[in-house]
């Protein structure tokens, strides 16, 4: 009698499956996310023990340097003009917007109580030249009698004293005269020097007072204009005589008028610790008119070049303004500094900083000074 064997059981490989998957389970479950935390953890601590910064190399701006200032156009003369004598507008030959030349007559003033005084200087003029002649006479026959002993010394003397006096009474009789004449010269009131008549007072009969009372003419001198411009503290090394400057005005866009600076004040204004500055302005079109408002725009190289630096380099809190630097150890040091304009992206670094120094670009509140850093890029220098 046969007997046939018993099939062969599968709960063997079914059961080392299922730990399998279960061992599977736990460690993908609980131990590989275990390691990855511990894994995270390991790395975040490293990186707090030594941060990662990217850090650019300060450089010095060689660019030249471009500044825009406010400033007033101003006539290179600007004069009123009174009467030099006392008398009537008889006419004016000049009015508002004329431009005149120099030496040309604008008015004529009536002078009769001149005219009166004059002829009466000049009588006494004549007059006293006729008391001279006698008096030389006089003195004349007086000193030769006195050398024959036939009259006294004193009365020599006497004549030879009304003599000198006739010739002193001449002299101020001839130069109430002169007085006089000049006087009657300015019934026509001139142009001192060529420009264009600005305002005109004078109207025909209206009295005019010898040096006050009413301006009858203001001359203003338009051909070359003067550019007033206040330059800040910080470029006055950089003005010199000579410069050339870019004058812009509002009411021509796009054009630009060249000037030269010709002077510039010796001190700067205790209020704004700004230096006033002259730029000449060639005016022959008569373009541009003395009063209006402008802007004047400088390119120079600085006398001492700033620092730039990227805009969120610079830490600001209650100790100031610092920028973290960076040692040759890679450790951080805290460096208060001065800064100048912004530029948006760059700012200027005028005081604090060295050339050359490795600088954090985006430095984090966890910096403090002697962090050990880790530097994550080459080193850029910063673009001027």
Not at 11 to 20: D, I, K, T
């Amino acid at each position: 009698m046969s007997t046939t064997p018993p099939p062969p059981s599968r709960s063997g490989p079914l059961l080392l499956l299922a730990v399998a998957a279960a061992l599977a389970i736990v460690f993908f479950a609980g131990i590989q996310p275990r390691m990855r935390s511990s894994q995270e953890l390991s790395e975040r601590m490293a990186a707090a023990a030594h941060p990662v910064v990217g850090i650019v190399v300060a450089a010095k701006a060689t660019a030249p340097t471009e500044i825009t200032l406010p400033a007033a156009i101003e006539a290179l003369q600007d004069t009123p003009i009174y009467a030099r004598t006392t008398g009537y507008i008889a006419k004016w030959t000049a009015d508002i917007g004329d431009r005149v030349t120099a030496g040309q007559v604008l008015a004529t003033i009536d002078t009769p109580d001149l005219d009166q005084e004059l002829t009466q200087a000049v009588a006494a003029l004549a007059q006293a030249k006729a008391n001279l002649a006698i008096a030389k006479i006089s003195a004349d026959r007086w000193k030769e009698l006195g050398g024959q002993n036939a009259v006294a010394q004193q009365d020599v003397d006497q004549k030879l004293a009304d003599y000198a006096g006739g010739q002193a009474a001449v002299q101020a009789a001839q130069a109430n005269v002169d007085r006089l004449t000049q006087l009657k010269d300015f019934q026509l009131v001139t142009a001192p020097y060529a420009g264009v008549i600005t305002a005109r007072n004078a109207q025909v009969g209206a009295l005019i007072n010898a040096g006050s009372g009413t301006e009858i003419f203001h001359l203003a001198e338009t051909g070359t204009l003067r550019v007033f411009v206040r330059v800040p503290q910080s470029y006055v090394r950089s003005i010199a005589l000579g410069l050339k400057a870019q004058v812009l005005v509002p009411e021509f866009p796009g054009r630009v008028f060249a000037g030269t600076v010709a002077r510039f004040a010796g001190s700067l204004d205790s209020a704004s610790r700004t230096l006033l500055t002259e730029v000449q302005l060639p005016n022959a079109a008569g373009e541009l008119f003395p009063g209006m408002f402008g802007e004047v725009k400088f390119t120079f190289r600085a006398a001492a070049p700033a620092i730039l630096l990227p805009s969120n380099a610079a830490i600001i809190n209650t100790a100031g303004t610092l920028v973290a630097t960076v040692d040759a150890q890679s450790r951080i040091h805290l460096v208060h500094v001065r800064l100048g304009r912004d530029f948006g992206t760059q700012i200027e670094v005028i005081d604090g900083l060295e050339p050359g120094a490795r600088v954090v670009a985006k430095p984090s509140d966890s910096l403090v000074e002697g962090t050990e850093v880790t530097i994550a890029a080459p080193e850029p220098s910063a673009k001027p």
